[in-house]
């Protein structure tokens, strides 16, 4: 009577063992290896797939520079469309538990290095804390005519350096917390022809203790903004 269930247990840890086993490799991008992990046919993210988040590292965190991420990769002769960007792949927290990184991100281990970064018109969702304190991040190139639907939770949070962001039209959300504490951020414009559907809640928030410099705010025609968008955006007039 216990046969279903083992074959039940069996078939789902086959299944875990082939999503952790999604092939890998790396490619040199602007001088340093960059990780992908295949995720379809033909497509490719970067990042290390479902490796233990200390270890999720797209590249060397003490790499530092502009990083222009290709539209495509070659590996072992296959071609690869570059169509998103994992969670944590830039992070610079290195806390080994998701709560423990909500709960504790100012504590990081390990700065990102990153001075900027390309985003190519492939990429349709950036990730979950995908940039998350790459405090030295002072530009960042989202391809104007691209695909970019999804930007993550927290995935430029407290990226301090960055000082502008022009949102391509194709982004639909913009999620929590995803530009919160951003402090030297000081203009957001959103392209003509916005598909803008929504911004999460405190997406662009700073706090009391540290306002936020935001000087330009051009909002969208967004079907839900929630609450506390621009919170402590003390210097914000438009």
Excluded at 12 to 32: H, I, K
Excluded at 78 to 97: G, K, L
Excluded at 195 to 202: F, K, N, P
Aim: include cysteine; hydrophobic fraction near 45%.
């Amino acid at each position: 009577t216990l046969f279903p269930y083992t074959t039940l247990f069996r078939s789902a840890s086959l299944q875990l063992r082939v999503a952790d086993e999604a092939e890998r490799f790396t490619v040199s991008v602007d001088g340093v290896d960059v990780w992908f992990t295949v995720t379809g046919e033909g497509q490719v993210a970067v990042g290390r797939g479902n490796e233990a988040l200390a270890t999720r590292y797209a590249i060397d965190p003490e790499y530092t520079g502009m990083l222009a991420i290709p539209t495509t990769v070659s590996h072992d002769g296959v071609d690869y469309e570059v169509v998103e960007i994992q969670d944590y792949a830039f992070s610079s927290s290195t806390i080994a538990a998701t709560s423990l990184v909500v709960a504790e991100g100012d504590k990081a281990l390990t700065q990102c290095a990153l001075t900027g970064v390309t985003v190519p018109a492939g990429v349709t969702a950036i990730g979950a804390y995908a940039f998350y304190n790459c405090s030295a991040l002072a530009k960042l190139e989202l391809a104007a005519d691209g695909k970019l639907v999804t930007i993550g939770v927290n995935a430029f949070a407290r990226c301090r350096a960055l000082s502008s962001l022009s949102v391509p039209a194709s982004v639909e959300v913009i999620a929590d917390q995803a530009f919160s504490y951003c402090n030297g951020l000081q203009e957001v414009t959103f392209a003509e022809g916005s598909h803008m559907a929504e911004l999460g809640a405190s997406a662009f928030a700073c706090s009391k203790a540290n306002p936020g410099k935001l000087k330009s705010f051009e909002f969208p025609a967004v079907r839900t903004i929630s609450a506390s968008v621009l919170t402590w955006q003390a210097e914000l007039t438009d």
